[in-house]
């Protein structure tokens, strides 16, 4: 019995000695749930438990809508950096800060206050 997230993690519930736990395979670990009687080998945990364990699992993902944040975040900061190296790529090739600034849509001097320093 487990549970896999749509960003790839895998939760089950855990037998303790005298309960359950959550476990997940990032390394998430829920609180323990007593239960009388104490797990056996092979048993599944009672539905109410593994229900509420598998709540708690879910609780520690991170939301689709943040994810999508961070992705995007992600993406933007490569393409940053991304533009620096061709903007270094351009200077190297003696390209002028007006045409780097064209190539861009942006003024002359814009271009150089924006990469001027990351051109070193
Ligand atoms: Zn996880």
Do not use: F, N
Request: proline share 7%; with cysteine.
């Amino acid at each position: 019995m487990g549970w896999l997230s749509d960003d790839g993690h895998e939760g089950w519930a855990d037998p303790l000695p005298g309960g359950w736990r959550g476990r997940c395979d990032c390394g998430w670990v829920g609180p323990s749930h007593p239960t009388y009687p104490a797990p056996k080998d092979g048993d599944d945990a009672p539905d109410a438990v593994a229900a509420a364990i598998r709540e708690q699992w879910a609780g520690h993902l991170t939301p689709a809508t943040l994810r999508a944040v961070q992705e995007a975040a992600a993406a933007a900061k490569a393409a940053t950096e991304r533009l620096e190296e061709a903007v270094r790529a351009a200077r190297a090739d003696d390209r002028s800060w007006a045409d780097i600034g064209a190539a861009v849509g942006i003024t002359r001097q814009t271009a150089h206050e924006r990469w001027a320093k990351a051109c070193g």
